[in-house]
């Protein structure tokens, strides 16, 4: 079992930047690939961004691709994802996944969920 614990949350005006962070723990963090998605009210949960392991390949949501940054420290074992420019159309609760296997671009492809952070863009 892998614990994700995310951080960073919270609420910020049109934009605004937000750093979230999610720290690993139970398993080798520099051998998983690694995912952000997120569930906005009244909609589906949607894919952010994923990295993999070796850092070989990053992807990110048409919707955020132009305004977003997934990272890694593996020394310190956290996963971040840097969004700027942020809109109220991004408020949602933001999800640190653990892929099960390369791409990490869905729920199916997750084998273990963070809690869950809020993100709140309002003015």
């Known amino acids: 079992q892998v614990q994700l614990v995310e951080s960073g949350g919270g609420l910020v005006q049109p934009g605004g930047s937000l750093k979230l962070a999610c720290a690993a723990s139970?398993?080798?963090?520099?051998?998983?690939?690694m995912g952000w998605f997120r569930r906005a009210p009244g909609k589906e949960r949607e894919f952010v961004a994923a990295l993999r392991w070796n850092g070989a390949s990053i992807e990110y949501a048409d919707s955020v691709k132009d305004r977003s940054t997934i990272s890694r420290d593996d020394a310190k074992n956290t996963v971040y994802l840097q969004m700027n420019n942020l809109n109220p159309e991004d408020t949602a609760v933001y999800y640190c996944?653990?892929?099960?296997?390369?791409?990490?671009?869905?729920?199916?492809?997750?084998?273990?969920w963070g809690q869950g952070t809020q993100v709140t863009v309002s003015s």
């Open positions: 996944a653990v892929g099960r296997h390369w791409p990490v671009g869905e729920a199916s492809d997750v084998a273990y």
């Open positions: 139970g398993r080798t963090f520099s051998n998983y690939n």
